[in-house]
């Protein structure tokens, strides 16, 4: 007998992009930093090939799109043209804050305000690479106690997270039910067993 339990793999990224449009919708005008009345956006993928990182990518964009296109706002807009792909990924397929990081920190060198083409959102496939595009964005003097916050989005509600949400340097996270997970898990090779 083999079974397998996991969370729902598209659920997290729908959940994200239904919170991020929301989140969008309410903040508009204090979010689109260079006035041109769109959201510009980077979008952190964790691995390739990866189930969870596939969905979180794809619907943490797309429903925030559908939340935005309902209120007459225009989609959010992929911060560089010139890559289609739409994300970046952490290469070593490890959802760091590190891979994430070093990504944010050379994007800002480009896109920034003083250009007029900041990026002004940001959605992670898990929390750790949102600590990680907080970190670079708070080198350069964003998402502290009194300066301009971009929005940063996760999943996973990991207690970092919380704090940083908590401190209002992050804007949001998805819960994922680490215990329900456990104990289905428990319940399941207990029933086999049997």
């Not at 992929?78 to 890559?83: I, L, M, Q, T, V």
């Not at 800002?108 to 949102?130: F, K, Q, R, S, W």
């Not at 502290?144 to 340097?169: M, S, Y």
Request: hydrophobic content about 40%.
């Amino acid at each position: 007998t083999a079974c397998f339990i996991g969370t729902d793999a598209p659920e997290a990224g729908h959940m994200q992009g239904k919170m991020v449009g929301e989140y969008v919708l309410a903040n508009y005008d204090a979010i689109d930093l260079n006035g041109d009345g769109a959201i510009s956006y980077a979008m952190f993928k964790g691995q390739e090939g990866n189930v969870e990182a596939i969905y979180r990518t794809q619907f943490g964009q797309e429903d925030a799109d559908k939340v935005l296109a309902e209120a007459g706002k225009p989609a959010l807009v992929y911060y560089d043209a010139s890559n289609t792909d739409k994300y970046q990924v952490d290469l070593d397929g490890a959802w760091s804050a590190k891979a994430a990081k070093e990504y944010m920190d050379t994007n800002l060198v480009t896109y920034n305000e003083a250009n007029g083409n900041m990026i002004e959102l940001v959605i992670c496939n898990n929390d750790g690479m949102a600590e990680g595009v907080i970190a670079s964005l708070q080198e350069k003097g964003y998402n502290k106690a009194g300066a301009h916050v971009v929005p940063v989005f996760g999943v996973d509600a990991t207690d970092n997270a919380k704090a940083l949400i908590a401190e209002g340097a992050m804007a949001g996270t998805v819960k994922q039910d680490a215990e329900g997970m456990a104990a289905a898990i428990a319940q399941t090779a207990k029933a086999i067993n049997d």
